[in-house]
């Protein structure tokens, strides 16, 4: 069956502009999360969605980042006035239904490789 | 508060020669306990996870991993390393929805 997709695979933009990056997670995965991994380094959490809402914003870096998702399914991460620092890869993952203390495996997507200018 | 730590950076092996990437954790309560790789310029791949039972926990590619309690370690092991087996490797604590991750370890494997 189908992963987890993202795209693009790779962005590159100047600095300011505004890019969106998308993940298609696996279907009847209710959990979705938004990893940044820096060059040489590990994942850094950024964002946690249960269905359509982020009970956890806490690992978004700042106020130009935000995300979405809809129909339980498709999610975008929106980073507003891209700053050289925001170069990353932006990785995805589905999970199934979360619990605390859950046991579910996390699939990942490829990633999009972000480059700002 | 939960971590997971990898101590080391890099880990050097030769092809054939049994491989370990250590990890320990620090939790309360019972830890979920996961492996995955990252192979260049890929996304991350489960390799296996201790929830409850057995401590040897065997998983994808011939890789197993053994639960330590009085150690609070998770040790990745495997018998005979290969040089595709190079890659990162990540251990990870799932006791709450937001995972948490140790830094990678590289594994090189020399032919």
């Known amino acids: 069956g189908a992963g987890v997709s993202q795209s693009p695979s790779n962005k590159v933009t100047e600095k300011g502009k505004d890019v969106e990056l998308r993940c298609d997670p696996i279907?009847?995965?209710?959990?979705l999360y938004w990893y940044r991994q820096r060059l040489g380094q590990g994942l850094e959490f950024l964002i946690y969605?249960?269905?359509?809402?982020?009970?956890?914003k806490s690992g978004l870096p700042s106020d130009r980042f935000s995300a979405e998702r809809t129909g339980e399914s498709v999610s975008t991460l929106t980073i507003q006035r891209t700053q050289q620092e925001d170069s990353a890869v932006y990785l995805c993952?589905?999970?199934?239904?979360?619990?605390?203390?859950?046991?579910?495996?996390?699939?990942f997507g490829p990633g999009t490789r972000l480059t700002v200018l | 508060a939960q971590s997971v730590a990898q101590p080391e950076d890099q880990v050097n092996v030769a092809e054939g020669n049994p491989l370990t990437v250590k990890c320990t954790y620090s939790?309360?309560?019972?830890?979920?306990l996961f492996w995955y790789v990252q192979y260049p310029n890929r996304g991350l791949q489960f390799l296996l996870k201790?929830?409850?039972?057995?401590?040897l926990v065997k998983g994808s590619y011939g890789f197993e991993a053994e639960f330590n309690k009085s150690q609070t370690s998770f040790h990745l092991k495997k018998p005979s390393a290969l040089v595709s087996d190079s890659a990162l490797y990540f251990c990870?604590?799932?006791?709450?929805?937001?995972?948490?991750f140790g830094r990678g370890t590289s594994l090189i494997v020399h032919p």
């Open positions: 993952a589905s999970s199934k239904v979360e619990t605390s203390g859950t046991s579910d495996e996390q699939f």
């Open positions: 279907s009847g995965h209710t959990a």
């Open positions: 969605f249960q269905g359509n809402s982020a009970p956890d």
């Open positions: 939790v309360s309560g019972n830890p979920y």
């Open positions: 201790y929830i409850t039972g057995d401590n």
């Open positions: 990870v604590e799932r006791g709450s929805y937001i995972p948490t």
